[in-house]
């Protein structure tokens, strides 16, 4: 089994947590030609009256770092990437002028990609 995985994690502004589900469920068929999504969740952001914090982790379908690239484009424009100093890479996406996130209510997005040294 191959260890490399990738982690997303985003920032929803929702009323409830059925509405995060909601969000999470529209998620998955996204990134279903990037990878199978192993775990998820969403439960309340304790930092930020009225968002939850959404969290999955996949299993890239392909090479990691094709897989992180596909997620970024199936989800959004504007991500600002960066590469860990061990081989990892990662993405950070915030609202602005030149960006855009499939699905408005997200308020903030990270994805790592993580892998085994």
């Known amino acids: 089994m191959d260890d ?14 059925s509405a995060a589900a909601g969000v999470l469920d529209a ?3 996204e990134l279903a030609s990037c990878g199978q999504i192993i775990c998820s969740s ?3 952001y304790w ?3 009225g968002y939850f914090a959404v969290f999955l982790e996949l299993e890239p379908a392909d090479r990691v ?3 992180f690239h596909q997620v970024m484009d199936a989800l959004g424009t504007g991500w600002d990437k960066h590469h860990f100093n061990d081989g990892g890479d990662w993405a950070v996406w915030n609202p602005g ?6 699905f408005s209510e997200v308020r903030w997005a990270n994805l790592e990609c993580i892998r085994p040294n």
């Not at 490399?4 to 947590?17: D, E, G, K, T, Y």
């Not at 002028?97 to 499939?102: E, G, R, V």
Request: aromatic fraction near 4%.
């Open 4 to 17: 490399n995985r990738m982690i997303l994690r985003l920032h929803l502004q929702v009323p409830n947590a």
């Open 65 to 67: 770092l094709e897989a």
């Open 42 to 44: 969403a439960e309340k």
């Open 27 to 29: 998620i998955a068929p």
């Open 47 to 49: 930092e930020i009256d």
């Open 97 to 102: 002028p030149c960006s855009h996130f499939l």
